[in-house]
């Protein structure tokens, strides 16, 4: 009988949780939400805590910021300046040490639609983000990059050459290098098939995501749903004879991939996006991926685009998520989620 009663209700837990959840998940707080159509492409976190982030639709060109999100119960996101030339903006990073101001690289050009993917080709800009010590805004076009550039995407400073950034371009499936003293563009600085969709993708977007950590460069291939590294110098630049080598495929918990940072131990967080609609964890040194947060019908991070680490004292802890929308409801607009990430399991 009791065993019976047991029995019972394990069966019923399974089922419960077999059942897709729907309310919102403990560990995740939605910290602005952006108004229908709206789609945020990237996003970076200053030393005061405060959060940028780039709009690709919904708002021309702008690069919204978040005040001390940590800090405040209520947020909005305030946009910080709108960037001229271009209608949208996609990768934004900071550029450490670079001429005694706190500065950021990103990026922008025109889109006439996302799905299925159109870009106009040569409409693409780099951009240099300064402030001042009053935190006055400073934005400056520092490069057409170049005439071809067909989808500038993802981008990353070089810590051991400051003030060179590195910009991907998935559509190209190439990884340029700028110097943003010069304004120098290298288009082609890695070129490697392993950045390419395979033939036949059905969505042709390849390296989308670049980061350097010690003496690797590692990029992620959103068709190949794959994290790849290969050895780069301490100036950046590519080591003799390397070949790219794949770090993980997390093609068994989501079929593509966006943009993703290395956490406090050296492991990747990621944003899935669509249809993921994810944050995943990667273990670089087994290649495992799990899931932190999200699911192809959970609302929480649809779209996911980027996510960040928290830089205040109290949310070292929590990873801020931009998303873009939920591309089958209108009414969906992009949002900025915090998932604490001693919250998860
Ligand atoms: C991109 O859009 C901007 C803003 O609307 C416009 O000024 C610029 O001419 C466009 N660029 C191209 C190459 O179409
Ligand atoms: C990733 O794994 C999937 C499933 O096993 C496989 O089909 C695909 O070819 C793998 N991709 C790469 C880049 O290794
Ligand atoms: C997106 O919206 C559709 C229609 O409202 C809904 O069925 C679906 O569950 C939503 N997906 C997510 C990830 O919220």
Request: proline share 6%; aromatic share 8%; glycine share 8%.
């Amino acid at each position: 009988m009791l065993s019976n009663i047991l029995l019972s209700s394990a069966a019923f837990i399974a089922l419960a949780l077999a059942t897709p959840i729907h309310h919102s998940n403990p560990a995740a707080k939605t910290v602005v939400q952006l108004p229908a159509g709206s789609w945020l492409e990237s996003l970076a976190v200053r030393s005061n805590g405060n959060i940028l982030s780039t709009s690709l639709f919904g708002s021309t060109a702008s690069l919204y910021t978040v005040v001390q999100p940590a800090f405040h119960a209520k947020n909005s996101a305030e946009v910080l300046t709108i960037v001229p030339g271009v209608q949208s903006l996609l990768g934004i990073t900071e550029v450490p040490n670079y001429n005694g101001k706190e500065t950021f690289f990103m990026v922008g050009g025109n889109f006439t639609s996302l799905s299925p993917l159109a870009t106009i080709a040569g409409s693409f800009k780099g951009f240099k983000v300064t402030f001042s010590s009053h935190g006055k805004v400073h934005v400056e076009k520092v490069s057409n990059l170049t005439p071809d550039a067909a989808f500038a995407n993802g981008v990353t400073a070089i810590p051991g050459s400051p003030g060179s950034v590195l910009v991907t371009d998935s559509l190209l499936a190439t990884v340029g290098r700028l110097e943003l003293s010069t304004g120098h563009y290298d288009s082609k600085a890695f070129v490697f098939p392993e950045m390419a969709a395979p033939e036949g993708s059905p969505l042709p977007v390849g390296v989308s995501a670049v980061r350097v950590r010690g003496s690797y460069l590692y990029f992620g291939n959103a068709a190949r749903a794959s994290i790849y590294r290969v050895k780069i110098d301490s100036k950046g630049y590519l080591s003799k004879g390397a070949r790219p080598e794949l770090v993980a495929n997390i093609s068994s918990v989501a079929p593509g991939l966006d943009d993703f940072v290395f956490d406090a131990e050296g492991n990747i967080v990621l944003a899935t996006n669509s249809p993921e609609n994810a944050v995943v964890h990667v273990d670089v040194s087994t290649g495992k991926s799990k899931l932190l947060i999200g699911g192809p019908t959970d609302p929480t991070v649809p779209s996911s685009t980027a996510v960040g680490f928290g830089r205040d004292l109290l949310d070292t802890h929590t990873i801020y998520v931009s998303t873009g929308r939920n591309l089958t409801d209108p009414s969906s607009g992009a949002k900025i989620v915090a998932v604490d990430t001693r919250l998860l399991k």
